[in-house]
């Protein structure tokens, strides 16, 4: 007989905590002060462990160990190729490989700066911190659950989104089982032999992952939309076509000031209705339903207003040169704290008390063994 959670627990709305970690990856790309940085990371993780999705499988860990693969690498290739950063303290001194002239401001080897390294470790360190951050939001609410909120336009596109989200992590849950079976089974080998010999185990699961899925959804009815007109379809694609332009050259705008003029705001704003109105010329052909959707209550308004809140001050801490935001280079020095930006990112902590326990959380922490299923799922 399944155990049904206290009423206070539920799940939160996924838009909710996607609409969070998104601020806070649009944050961690508007600095590259280490400081900031790991305070980002910190408190994603903090929150991760008080408020994950259990049954969801555990993103947050894989995208933290690519965006730490995507530091040394870019690491490694500003010591093999350089950043264009004249002077400061030679700590290296590769020998150098002479390249022809039509690859003029590319060299392979030479002295490598310990002002490049860092700014390569700092430049890294910012894609990796936004890597967490999606990681994070992955944990919180999984993607499969956002997809069921999507506008029946995206509804594709946000199934190729869900699909590429979920590939590391699967690859990495499955290499861990395969790993783990081996072990068992009495081998414990290490390094790249290990790694050769799971390399066809992992393939052949993802495969047959790949299948079932495939069979799952086209036994769902997936892809199968309503009659349309040649009229109505080429309607839809005009308007998204247009509003994706006018967004893409509204946005360029915006961050060009050498542009700006009618090719920034007003055509950012155009891009937008017009995307909208395309948005909603496809959702007359959703025929989808949707069974106990989250309700939206004020924990989603709060996390919501964390996430624009964060994103927004740093966004306006970058554009007026705030001190402490960017790592300085020439001469290197440690950076400051600009406290407004961190008062903000700090206050995005307050995400654990705003929300509440998801179900199955709540249970393993009164030690039940089962709960009922989260809203919206089948146990």
């Given at each position: ?331 290197l020095a440690w ?38 299923p989260p809203q919206?799922?089948?146990?």
């Amino acid at each position: 007989m399944a155990l049904v959670a206290h009423s206070r627990h539920r799940m939160v709305h996924p838009v909710a905590w996607w609409a969070w970690g998104i601020g806070l990856a649009a944050a961690a790309s508007h600095t590259t002060n280490p400081i900031l940085l790991v305070l980002i990371v910190v408190i994603a993780a903090w929150v991760v462990v008080e408020r994950r999705e259990l049954g969801a499988i555990d993103a947050f860990v894989p995208f933290l160990l690519i965006g730490l693969g995507a530091i040394a690498f870019r690491v490694v290739m500003t010591v093999v190729f350089g950043n264009g950063i004249p002077g400061g303290t030679i700590i290296l001194d590769l020998p150098s490989v002479r390249l022809p002239s039509w690859v003029a401001g590319i060299r392979l080897g030479g002295p490598v700066s310990l002002e490049g390294v860092v700014a390569a470790a700092a430049e890294g360190a910012r894609l990796a911190t936004t890597l967490a951050c999606l990681g994070a939001a992955n944990a919180l609410a999984s993607p499969k659950r956002l997809l069921r909120y999507a506008p029946a336009t995206l509804y594709d596109i946000g199934t190729a989104v869900v699909v590429a989200l979920t590939f590391a992590p699967q690859l990495v849950e499955l290499a861990g089982r395969v790993r783990t079976a081996r072990q068992l089974r009495g081998h414990s080998g290490r390094g790249l032999r290990e790694v050769a010999r799971i390399i066809v185990p992992v393939l052949s699961g993802t495969l047959d992952r790949s299948l079932d899925l495939a069979a799952s959804m086209e036994s769902r009815g997936y892809g199968r939309v309503p009659a349309l007109s040649r009229r109505q379809r080429t309607g839809a694609s005009s308007l998204a076509l247009v509003g994706a332009a006018g967004v893409v050259a509204g946005l360029f705008g915006v961050m060009s000031p050498s542009i700006g003029g009618v090719f920034g705001l007003p055509t950012l704003v155009l891009g937008v209705l017009v995307s909208a109105g395309a948005l909603m010329v496809g959702a007359r052909t959703d025929t989808r339903t949707a069974y106990r959707r989250d309700p939206w209550r004020s924990p989603e308004w709060i996390l919501s207003a964390m996430g624009a809140a964060v994103a927004l001050s740093f966004l306006l801490a970058e554009s007026r040169g705030i001190p402490g935001m960017a790592l300085a280079q020439v001469p290197l020095a440690w950076p400051e704290l600009p406290w407004v930006p961190a008062a903000i990112l700090a206050a995005c902590a307050l995400a654990i008390p705003a929300t509440p326990l998801p179900p199955r959380l709540a249970a393993r922490r009164r030690g039940l063994t089962h709960v009922s299923p989260p809203q919206g799922e089948v146990s």
